[in-house]
């Protein structure tokens, strides 16, 4: 599992730089997001579906994506998942851009619509 999120560090910006490097930003990903020490290095096929979902979610927020779209997350996410998910992004702004400088980190990185609105 260790390898399967360092991977993905690697590849966004400003990784892969150092394996130290990577493997710290991952093993930080993997606590922040419930993941105990003595799990790190499990087989992702041993991880229970939700665990699997909340590894999927990671690894797309380690990329550090500018843009992410959610659809209905709550439907597919554990309660777990969506409390890391909604501190995760109230603690880091994906934009980046200063744009969004005084405001609320989650105001930029978090825009909610309601589908059913859009379907007719």
């Known amino acids: 599992m260790l390898a399967f ?3 993905a560090v690697a590849r966004a910006p400003g990784g892969g730089v150092s394996a130290d490097a990577d493997e710290k930003a991952a093993t930080s990903l993997l606590s922040k ?4 020490p003595k799990r790190w290095y499990d087989r992702v096929a041993k991880l229970s579906g939700g665990e699997r979902r909340r590894l999927q979610m990671l690894r797309v927020l380690a990329l550090q994506p500018n ?17 890391v998910l909604e501190d995760f992004l109230v603690s880091v702004n994906l934009s980046g851009d200063g744009f969004w400088d005084g405001f609320p980190p ?10 059913a609105s859009f379907i007719r």
């Open 106 to 115: 989650w105001v930029a990185t978090l825009i909610a619509l309601r589908s």
């Open 67 to 83: 843009f992410l779209l959610l659809d209905e997350p709550t439907n597919d996410l554990d309660l777990d998942t969506i409390g």
């Open 33 to 36: 997001f419930l993941f105990p």
């Open 5 to 7: 999120v360092q991977e």
